[in-house]
């Protein structure tokens, strides 16, 4: 099954795709606020002509806050229809604790589809393993959707499913196959924009570049080591690990130890525990 790179190279082999694939970057993207409905709208259009799919996006799965459009229209009703009984699901706050949709984003990257039997993913994902998809279909609000998770700057997840008009339908393997890619380059383009063209305050400091020694030193801070502990492990002095914390919390404008170690994952300084 082609990745998103393959994908790509595919593309470049058909002009006719490829043109095509520009056509809708363009018409999904977000460089103000003043895109941010047109672009919705042609996602939401993208998904129909491809494959009948309906579109539901969230910007990031840690906020309570709803997309909105310039104007304060709410995009899952007024753009992408979530209008029905029971459909408004961007009202509802705990779905992204409890849904097994955003809370696999937080551990996948790639597109994935997936229903009560299961995550289909790229490559085998054991994390995944681990939800526990018991009364999908509540907890989720579909049978069955494709789920592209959007991993953005500074530790920020958002998700967007596509799910199938017809709500009976508990298999999106065909979908998945043919489309799935396309979906994730174009969720993520509008998305990003989106996140872009909101964002307002700066809340981490531009460019801060750590040495190697401040990272060493965090990177074990941020597994519960303390000063001494990371001393004895780096074969340094207590004062000389202090200084390269405080140091590195310094250009990180953190407040203290807990969020330089906070600031410094943001910017992927200490990546994940093997």
Known sequence: MAGWGECAVDLEARPDANAGLKADLLAVSVRSLD???AAAEALRDIALRLADLRVAVCDNIASKQTMLDAEGNVLAADVF???GDGEHWWADSRLAL??????ACRYESEPFWVNAQGFRTRQPNRYLDQISLDHFEKRALTRAAIVIPIHLPFGQIGAVSFNGQDKSRDDMSAEYEAHADILG???HRFVAGYTK???TRQWLPSDSQLTKREVECLRWASIGKTDKEISMILARSHATVRFHIQNAGEKLDAVNRSQTIF???QLGYLGAAA
Request: without cysteine; hydrophobic residues 45%.
């Open 185 to 187: 380059i174009l969720a």
């Open 35 to 37: 895109d941010v409905r």
């Open 98 to 103: 409890s849904s097994p949709l955003p809370r």
């Open 197 to 199: 063209a909101h964002r």
């Open 81 to 83: 229809g979530w209008t």
């Open 263 to 265: 600031k410094a994952a």
